[in-house]
Nanobody
Framework: EVQLVESGGGLVQPGGSLRLACTASGFTFDDYAMNWVRQAPGKDREEISYIWPRRGETVYADAAKGRFTTSRDNAKNTVYLQMNSLNPGDTAVYYC????????????????????WGQGTQVTVSS
């Protein structure tokens, strides 16, 4: 059974930081690009970051550049999203997603190409 389990969400004040983690099982993790996608209430989902499994190439949405960093530990089947300088506009449910064959192109792959999704973790940025 394929599972992606996110953790690390919560309530944080503006300017604060959070580190999300997503642990995968049920598929060969280091064959898959790993992605973070978020969805705020009433808004479309937004691709945030991408990381290629082996050489670790990353791509970020403009909203994430300079503030968010994605990384992965293939030995632990886990992908991370370090989020700094958070602001209320970052409030959303954050999902990790796995995509097979999504080779690095310098652009974020569209979410409809991802094969597996986690259940999401809520991030709320508020004072």
């Amino acid at each position: 059974e394929v599972q992606l389990v996110e953790s690390g969400g919560g309530l944080v004040q503006p300017g604060g930081s959070l580190r999300l983690a997503c642990t995968a099982s049920g598929f060969t993790f280091d064959d898959y690009a790993m992605n973070w996608v978020r969805q705020a209430p009433g808004k479309d989902r937004e691709e945030i970051s991408y990381i290629w499994p082996r050489r670790g190439e990353t791509v970020y949405a403009d909203a994430a550049k300079g503030r968010f960093t994605t990384s992965r530990d293939n030995a632990k089947n886990t992908v991370y999203l370090q989020m700094n300088s958070l602001n209320p506009g970052d409030t959303a449910v954050y999902y990790c997603a796995a995509g097979l064959g999504l080779i690095p192109t310098g652009h974020l792959p569209p979410a409809n190409l991802y094969d597996y999704w986690g259940q999401g973790t809520q991030v709320t940025v508020s004072s």
